[in-house]
């Protein structure tokens, strides 16, 4: 489901990292929004594609389901850079699916593919977005 972004309060950002540009904060709030942030275990990001006044992310979010499970989202948005319209765009999150920790390479390339990705995205740590939530439970 794709809704216009509402401005929210975006996660701080932490010094020196890519993980948290414009588009991202959106991501993550729009992601927050839906899923308790102590739950999500792991994120990747493909790289942004800018392209003339616009650009576009698309990012993996895994949410622990229990022992041996994780529960899978696509969180993307795509934004005006430049010009007028500078700042607006959308964010979409979508429920994937569930899925047993061996198979979430599998999916991540099924996300990578249906977003016309060339490379595999780039993980980083939940504390990237949300830096004072809570530390997850390890896994397993």
Known sequence: MTEPVQEATPPAQPAESGAVGFGWRRVAVAV??????????????????????REWGTAVVARRMG?????V??????????????????VAVEDVGETPDAVLPDVIRGVQE???ETDYPDEIAPSAWYPS???PSPAG
């Open 32 to 53: 927050a929004e839906r899923i308790p942030v102590g739950e999500i275990e792991r994120i990747w990001l493909f790289p942004p594609v800018r392209q003339e006044a």
């Open 133 to 135: 939530r809570d530390e």
């Open 67 to 71: 022992p041996g499970r994780l529960h």
């Open 73 to 90: 989202y696509t969180g993307s948005y795509g934004l005006v850079v430049r010009g007028r319209e500078r700042g607006q765009g959308q």
């Open 114 to 116: 249906r977003a016309r």
